[in-house]
């Protein structure tokens, strides 16, 4: 049980173009998702943290209006990555949360802006 | 300021043998502390999830241990396996609901 997918595992996109990143929870409710980055041999960096139905709250330097996010549903999050440049280039982890104590981390999605 | 300190930074051993890795944080205040296990290019494992009553947790080779009192926890690794290499990360939660505090890792090499 508690498993949380991503899709898709990996994307290369132009540089200019945006790139949409699903986050699911299989087999729970999540009723907060959070999004990572992760830049090589660094440690996971928290970019957002939403709640199904309401806004995201972004974490300080994390541009809001470029990394686009939505928590429709109890189960579906999605990170829109909006005029990609190669600097965002990275790994998003997402992880989603049944209640206030444990979160399950999807497999990461890896991403080539060229 | 709330930080997680790891170390040491990388560590390679031979198959077989154990190894243990440290964790010291100055996070205030306190509900649990993880450890994770991550491959390459993979998301992060959980491996234990420790609260400050909690002295010392389990789960197959892998043993976790707390000191509340002087923040520092440790990830012992018994009888290695090569599918152990990977970066274990030490992860503090300040309080249920808020955001969790991640250490930098240890990359663990097991080598034949």
């Known amino acids: 049980g508690a498993v949380v997918s991503q899709h898709p595992s990996w994307v290369i996109c132009k540089s200019g173009t945006s790139v949409k990143i699903e986050c699911r929870s299989l087999?729970?409710?999540?009723?907060?998702m959070f999004w990572y980055r992760q830049f090589p041999k660094q440690s996971l960096m928290l970019m957002a943290t939403?709640?199904?139905?309401?806004?995201?709250?972004?974490e300080q330097g994390v541009e809001k209006d470029k990394f686009l996010i939505n928590h429709a549903s109890l189960t579906l999050s999605t990170l829109t990555v909006t005029s990609a440049h190669p600097e965002d280039s990275s790994f998003y982890i997402c992880?989603?949360?049944?209640?206030?104590?444990?979160?399950?981390f999807g497999p990461g999605t890896r991403l080539t802006v060229t | 300021k709330n930080q997680v300190e790891q170390s040491p930074q990388s560590l390679i051993i031979l198959e077989g043998k154990n190894c243990t890795l440290q964790?010291?944080?100055?996070?205030?205040?306190?509900?649990?502390l993880r450890w994770y296990k991550q491959d390459t290019g993979r998301g992060p494992v959980s491996l234990t999830i420790?609260?400050?009553?909690?002295n010392t947790k389990s789960n197959g080779r892998y043993t976790a241990t707390l000191d509340a009192d002087t923040k520092q926890s440790s990830l012992h690794i018994t009888a290695s396996q090569l599918s152990d290499s990977a970066s274990y990360i030490c992860?503090?939660?300040?309080?249920?609901?808020?955001?969790?505090?991640f250490g930098k890792g240890t990359t663990l090499s097991v080598s034949s």
């Open positions: 992860v503090v939660n300040p309080q249920a609901g808020t955001a969790l505090i």
């Open positions: 992880s989603a949360s049944p209640d206030s104590y444990e979160q399950y």
């Open positions: 087999d729970f409710q999540a009723t907060t």
């Open positions: 964790c010291n944080y100055t996070v205030s205040p306190f509900s649990n």
């Open positions: 939403s709640n199904e139905g309401s806004k995201a709250t972004y």
């Open positions: 420790m609260t400050f009553s909690e």
